[in-house]
């Protein structure tokens, strides 16, 4: 044989085999995609609501499979992605806890947005110690704006529950109380104490709810009494003021704590206390789906970036400036995703997690999402020999979703929203045949 022929057979082998190769590829991909649309169109898990799913390879920069990619859905949960990558944008490693100044004898101090203060659910900031160890009198500047309580379109009857704790300037004890019920104890005790001359038993017991619960439009909370009762734990928001948080701190520092409404002249807050690792807060954020640190992100950034303690300053920075290309514009109104106002695209979070893989390390990504069978929302979902989703999870009534990236057998990272909104069968029904699909896209692709 000669050489020509050689290298003429030797080439013509190598052709075919790229394009069977190629073939191949197409057809896996091809079925892949063939099952994905048979399991979303024809499973009655999704037929009784909307669904949207996007799988998104980084790597070729293709779109593996889109349904409904382009309509808009309420994300719940999922919104924090975005108060996650408005964090990652304006804010330091660590947390600022406060901004202040100090001469001669006075010390004046403001508020950053920090729920770290007291949170039993976060690390000690050190912020007390400090505050402990000066000299000086201290002076607590008042917010020239102070952000509303609870979001734009937020259930306003969710006010007794934990996961409705109230936004604030100065957040402190996670702006909870905590109601410790003791065996054979017939009055509960409080964390802070002061809340306890505040609780009185229900005379109704008819009523449906055990544990704690607030009135309405006051920081009066009334309990069901019951002998022999077990010993357990409730959390309920209070409603927060000025006053009470300066009351709360002035007790827990043993000093008083004088409150003003303008700097005096030639005065700067130029020094800052930092507290808490940013991390910390996202880790808490994203795996147990803490609202009230989501919403506290946002007012950190936006005191980041107007020195002014108002949400929508945040999130029209963000959209107008860094989230430009994103393929549909999201509707965008608090940072925890407790309002129904809140829409967005599946193909939108899929170039927004793309945005944030391209900006975090993997180890690090990965370890402050959920891990399905490991940790956060995720953990009871999605064992397998190694965790093979990282995702953020989202759910309200008939609404939940679940974005994020999904590590396959051949060691690929994808990226996936599925998004499903005003459905009427059961979560646990949809989630499990979420988990199915999710599993055959980890054994397939």
């Not at 909307?50 to 293709?62: A, C, E, I, S």
């Not at 795996?287 to 107007?306: G, R, V």
Request: net charge positive; with cysteine; hydrophobic share 35%.
């Amino acid at each position: 044989m000669t050489t020509s022929n050689f290298y003429y057979k030797s080439s013509t082998f190598l052709l075919v085999f790229l394009l069977l190769l190629l073939l191949s590829g197409c057809s896996a991909t091809k079925n892949l995609n063939q099952n994905l649309s048979k399991q979303i169109n024809q499973t009655g898990n999704f037929s009784t609501g909307f669904t949207g799913f996007v799988l998104y390879d980084p790597t070729t920069k293709k779109t593996i499979f889109k349904h409904n990619s382009d309509k808009y859905f309420t994300p719940a949960s999922n919104i924090k992605l975005l108060t996650f990558y408005a964090g990652l944008q304006t804010l330091e490693d660590s947390i600022p806890s406060m901004r202040y100044a100090i001469k001669n004898d006075s010390l004046i101090f403001k508020a950053t947005g920090d729920p770290s203060l007291l949170n039993p659910d976060l690390p000690d900031s050190g912020l007390l110690e400090f505050l402990k160890s000066r000299n000086e009198q201290l002076f607590y500047l008042k917010p020239s704006y102070t952000e509303k309580a609870f979001g734009p379109g937020w259930a306003w009857d969710d006010y007794n529950y934990a996961f409705s704790a109230e936004r604030a300037a100065f957040p402190i004890y996670g702006n909870k109380l905590k109601v410790i019920f003791k065996e054979n104890n017939p009055l509960p005790r409080t964390k802070p104490s002061v809340f306890e001359n505040l609780i009185t038993p229900e005379e109704n017991s008819l009523k449906n709810y055990t544990g704690i619960h607030r009135k309405l439009n006051s920081n009066h909370f009334t309990y069901i009494p019951k002998e022999n009762e077990e010993n357990f734990e409730a959390n309920v928001p209070f409603i927060y003021s000025e006053e009470l948080f300066l009351k709360l701190l002035s007790d827990t520092l043993q000093r008083e704590i004088h409150p003003i409404k303008v700097l005096p002249q030639k005065w700067q807050l130029s020094s800052s206390y930092y507290g808490i690792a940013t991390d910390t807060l996202y880790k808490k954020m994203l795996q147990e789906s803490d609202n009230l640190i989501a919403e506290q992100i946002l007012l950190l950034a936006s005191e980041s970036i107007a020195d002014t303690l108002k949400s929508d300053i945040a999130i029209e920075f963000i959209k107008k400036k860094l989230l430009k290309s994103l393929p549909d514009e999201p509707i965008w109104v608090d940072g925890s995703g407790l309002s129904r106002y809140n829409l967005i695209t599946p193909r939108t979070i899929v170039k927004l997690l793309e945005k944030i893989q391209n900006e975090v390390e993997w180890k690090r990504l990965s370890a402050l999402l959920p891990a399905g069978g490991e940790s956060g929302t995720l953990k009871s979902n999605y064992k397998a020999e190694y965790p093979f989703i990282f995702a953020k999870s989202g759910s309200m009534s008939n609404n939940y979703s679940l974005s994020g990236y999904l590590k396959t057998d051949n060691g690929n990272i994808l990226i996936f929203s599925f998004m499903n909104s005003n459905f009427t069968v059961s979560n646990q029904l949809l989630k499990k045949k979420i988990e199915q699909i999710l599993l055959f896209i980890k054994d397939n692709y």
